[in-house]
């Protein structure tokens, strides 16, 4: 084919094309993060951080949602990451790649991965609020109302489900970049399967279980729809003493202060504060999260 | 153990490694109780994926027999209580037309609903108390109530909260579908051509900046995304669209949209990388440019997994839930203007859900609500997942 002027320009200009819709989405990102920035910087304090809010929420700071967002996910990855790491060994040490059972797994966390956050919501409530929780107060309190209603327990839990499939791409992709040679010759010096896989493999795939963690977390901290109704509070004046308290979070609370407070543009500087926090917190642990999966890829690698 | 070691005895030679595999020798308790009770932790994810369809289903069960004696939580006093905080909008036209601006306080009606769910926490515990105690007392009242619903189900008014309630979920559909629509038209072409960029064009720096910024849109909280909608992007399309609702499904479509990219991107970028080598060295072998190339022989190899990325960009906007509540406008209105508010199935969800009285039929239709996206995100991810998966390593594979 002889190249002409035409076909030339043509690729350029299609080239540029695709170029330009890629700048169009880092410069969507580099908006984003700009506007939030700037809007909530001057808010930010020690005083924003560490403080109760005060005068009906349109003063003070969002210590008891920072507090709450990590109870959050601390109960959640005590949760989600063992469950998620032994999948995540089932998958890649003993499941066979082609049996149907294994087939049937991945589908099952492909399939945990897209289902709609509020959905997870709705399982929260009518099971663990409205079955466990009813079963459970029936059983221990005598039917009083104490578990079968919203908490941060059943939120956490809730949100373990949902940081499920994240946890268990993430470990699996570590597991299987520990070289098979290593086990090979951990089963020549007489160690067992099992023997092998807690002294070789977890050791040596511990920045996945990591990274898988980190993720979760991000994931968890974020995700609002979960816990709309299983357990997050518009206001509660008490840090959550007890899995069975409500608790403040906050993704919810941007939610509500945007949406739902009687004077949004009075609380429009703590609005920006908040969605600023979680922003960084969610940035540091994706970054994080991407440098420690670039390291274990390069480890592949070389 | 004499299975185990016929088992041996049939292949003590590792297929994969070529190494003897002294594992298969020996019986040992601990392994197989460590092998038993892995095996059973990896299937809790096929379990709760029954139980999450189980439990829905459950809840939203009771709607379809209004003559089983399911306990309903009508009692008088708990349909007083429902009544009074719902006294603002008992009425059709008052709902629809408020079009909840969202932000703007000057709005009467908006202004209403605030007041009304301010303070929720403590109004949602003792409503749950209370109807929980009736819940055990149950009255068959419901019955009626569940009849009348199923009928309005197909209907295009979504009132769920006044004298007669209807529960239009039509109107819910059809404004889910528009915003869908909205935001994949907006997220697909330029994630589509992103990734082509990044797996045709780039050069390694600039594949090395724009993969980790996606997967950082990747991280963003929805209501991050939400908030930016509500904020900053609604101001700023109603400026250049001139528009008079400010929150409408075209601002919530482009917030979900830039929620998709990374989906659409990512799944993208991979089938494109995955297009064997040899195609594009024999493309350019011919002569073809590389733009030739990346159009027409990589792209049209990867079409089944493009397919797949679309696919799941719509299964993700379909039950966004936090950027639908935000940036929307929520109201049920069924018009083709793509300028009007709507209100998702999923956002009437998040919306509602905080507010009913557990276990009558407005909390049953949520949870039909439920279900139906549920069937939906799953019938999409199977469809995504078996049927474009076959096809694309068919064409790969060269079949």
Known sequence: MIKNKKDNIKGILIEGLTLSSALLIIAIILTMITVIVIGGKSQISWEFLTSFPRDGMTKGGIFPAIYGTALLVIIMSVAAVPFGTITAIYLTEYANENSIIAKTIRFAVRTLAVIPSIIYGLFGLGFFIKFVGVQMDNVFMGGQLKWGQPNILWASLTMALLTLPVVIVSVEEALKTVPKELRAASLALGATKWQTIWKVVIPGSISGIMTGTILAVSRGAGEVAPILFTGAAYYVATLPGSFADQFMVLGYHIYVMTTQSANVDQTLPIQFGTTLVLLALTFILNISAIVLRYRIRKKKIG | MAKKTKKGKKSIIDSETGLIDIT??????????????????????????????????????????????????????????????????????????AQETYGEVTDPANSAEVQETYGEVVDTTTQNKTSEKIYQVSSGSGADENRAALKTLLGKEWVPVSEKPRYGILALIIGTFKITIISILFAAPIAILAALYTASFAGKRMKEFIKPAIELLAGFPSVVI????????ATFLQ???????????????????????????????????????????????????????????????????????????????????MIALMATGNAPLIGANPFESVRTLAATIGAEMAEVVFGDTHYNVLFLIGSLLFVFTFAINAIAEFYVKGKLMKRIQGK
Do not use: C, H
């Open chain 2, 226 to 233: 939400g908030f930016f909608a509500l904020m900053v992007l």
């Open chain 2, 24 to 97: 298969r020798k020996k019986f040992r308790w601990s392994d197989y109780l460590a092998e038993k009770l892995i095996k059973g932790v990896a299937f809790l994810s096929i379990t709760i994926i029954a139980l999450i369809f189980f439990f829905v289903f459950r809840e939203a069960f009771p709607i379809f027999t209004p003559d089983k004696s399911q306990p309903k939580t009508e009692a008088t006093n708990t349909k007083d209580l429902v009544q009074e905080t719902y006294g603002e909008i008992v009425d059709n036209s008052a709902n629809s037309n």
């Open chain 2, 239 to 321: 400026n250049i669209f001139q528009y008079d609702t400010r929150l409408n499904a075209f601002v919530g479509g482009i917030a979900m949209g830039i929620a998709a990219i990374p989906i659409i991107f990512t799944i993208t970028e991979d089938a494109l990388t995955a297009v064997p080598k040899t195609y594009n060295e024999a493309s350019l072998a011919l002569g073809a440019s590389k733009w030739q190339t990346a159009f027409f022989v990589i792209l049209p190899a990867a079409t089944p997994g493009i397919f797949a990325a679309i696919l799941l960009g719509i299964g993700r906007v379909f039950g966004e839930t």
